[in-house]
């Protein structure tokens, strides 16, 4: 049983990274104002997060810290989301909070909207939590992992 449920999340996993490619392509039309996101919360203590920023035709790989997350019954968590007010990759970077504390819930049928000091803001909603649970995502550190910034 633990051995399908991995494999589903696998699946949903590569899907919603095939979902965000196509989105991210077809939206080249609003680059310079919204990207798309897609973070990967991952066991034990779901510590281990990354994730990617579509922008501009390119992928810039993210990492995630100062998630907290709770006790949730699955192997990684998988988020996806739009960004808004982007002038350049290097603006993703940052802590994200949220004036009001619902905004920063996030779930599968709901959206926590969150803004940093440079004043991008994040959509983003859960792909693979119960319906009904969600999860503060106030307080999350998006930091560069690995790509090159160019001088502006």
């Known amino acids: 049983m633990f051995e399908i449920r991995a494999m589903v999340l696998k699946v949903v996993a590569a899907v919603v990274a ?4 196509a989105i991210s392509a077809s939206s ?3 680059a310079e104002e919204e ?12 510590d281990n997060a ?13 990492a995630v810290t100062g998630a907290k997350v709770g006790r949730i ?7 996806i989301g739009t960004v808004y007010n982007l002038r350049s990759p290097a603006d993703v970077l940052g802590t994200y909070s ?7 819930l996030a779930g599968r049928a709901s959206a926590a909207r969150l803004e940093n000091a440079k004043g991008v803001n994040l959509e983003i909603r859960a792909v693979n939590l119960k ?7 106030s307080g999350i550190t998006l930091k560069n992992a690995g790509w090159q910034l160019t001088p502006e």
């Open 18 to 21: 095939l979902a965000l490619a």
């Open 73 to 79: 019954w699955v192997t990684s968590l998988d988020f």
């Open 35 to 46: 990207a798309r996101i897609h973070i990967t919360f991952s066991k034990p203590g779901f």
């Open 98 to 104: 949220a004036g009001d504390p619902k905004a920063a």
């Open 131 to 137: 319906r009904g649970s969600t999860l503060d995502l």
């Open 50 to 62: 990354g994730g990617y920023l579509f922008y501009q035709g390119q992928k810039y790989r993210l």
């Open 28 to 30: 080249q039309a609003h």
